[in-house]
């Protein structure tokens, strides 16, 4: 066995843990700064009128800016507290769940995706947009059809949340350690899938999905982690195969473009089960529309030239790290 993965897995650990926080505290510390200035709030107000074209209250997005802006939790926290939003159909329900499983977290996940390769300005409203899509299309699909009009079975639970700024320094804290736990614990099984060859089994498997998709099986991994537990950790591993000059340009941009809407499937989708929507719609349904997406988007992309790659889809970082 080739037992090279795990002599550099402290170095990979430290790569992946520094380029992640380094991103990531900044943006939590400018993302919280804003809002308690009240922007959430103005955002919230800005994207009401918007709510209506997607079938849902006008309430909605004070919680769907915050799910945009910060995460899930803290968007049900809001949620939790809103009588106006506790008698839902199961249709607003599902409108609500896809769309947060598309654009949460934007500030940090974005930069993350910016220092993998890809233009904020490419990928921030590109999540936004897309996920107003997908909500759209269960609103105007199940409307006029007049399915999943029952009640929806919300089920969030009682939420408690420390308004201080110390008890909001105090769950940052917690998460971050959480997410070093998980980057160590990622890494080293990743070394070992590749010292028993199980990550050259997963590149042979997932080689003719992402051909369909115009990706690259060096980029596999990358997307089984991102696909599975989520951009943080996959578009990590990303930083690190771009540093390494790894993965072709145009493989980096399609795959993080497929996990900004396809990412964490399993635990995000279990938290938006909360909201009682439709199981089918939110897991299968969002896998066939991030396909149909993908394959429009490698249509519209593949084939332009260098010029254009680098003018309005990759950043230069990745450019030069590249060359």
């Excluded at 209250?57 to 803290?74: F, G």
């Excluded at 930083?239 to 996990?259: N, S, T």
Aim: a neutral charge; hydrophobic letters at 60%.
């Amino acid at each position: 066995m080739n037992w090279s993965p795990f002599k550099s897995l402290h170095r990979d650990i430290y790569f992946v843990s520094w380029e992640l926080f380094k991103i990531m505290i900044p943006t939590l510390l400018v993302v919280k700064l804003f809002d308690m200035a009240g922007g959430v709030a103005a955002l919230a107000w800005a994207m009401g009128p918007a709510m209506q074209l997607i079938g849902l209250p006008d309430d909605t997005s004070i919680v769907l800016t915050t799910i945009m802006l910060t995460n899930v939790y803290a968007g049900f926290i809001i949620m939790a507290g809103m009588e106006s939003l506790t008698e839902l159909t199961m249709a607003q329900a599902t409108s609500i769940a896809i769309f947060l499983l598309i654009a949460h977290g934007l500030p940090v996940e974005c930069m993350i995706t910016r220092r993998a390769g890809v233009r904020l300005r490419v990928m921030v409203p590109f999540r936004i947009v897309m996920a107003f899509l997908a909500a759209g299309l269960v609103h105007w699909i199940a409307t006029p059809l007049g399915i999943m009009q029952d009640p929806a079975a919300i089920q969030l639970p009682a939420m408690d949340s420390d308004p201080t700024l110390l008890g909001w320094l105090v769950d940052q804290t917690l998460g971050l350690i959480f997410i070093q736990a998980i980057i160590i614990v990622l890494l080293a099984f990743l070394a070992l899938l590749k010292v028993i060859g199980v990550e050259r089994l997963i590149k042979i498997a997932l080689t003719p999905f992402l051909k369909m998709l115009g990706i690259g099986a060096d980029a596999s991994t990358i997307a089984v982690v991102g696909i599975t537990l989520g951009i943080s950790f996959g578009g990590g591993l990303m930083i690190k195969e771009v540093d390494r000059g790894q993965i072709p340009q145009k493989d980096i941009f399609l795959v993080v473009m497929l996990m900004g809407l396809l990412h964490s499937i399993i635990e995000d989708t279990s938290i938006a089960m909360l909201l009682g929507p439709s199981l089918i719609i939110i897991l299968i349904g969002r896998v066939v529309f991030s396909i149909l997406v993908m394959l429009l988007v490698k249509w519209l992309v593949l084939g332009r030239t260098e010029y254009f790659w680098k003018k309005y889809l990759v950043n230069e970082l990745a450019v030069a790290q590249r060359s």
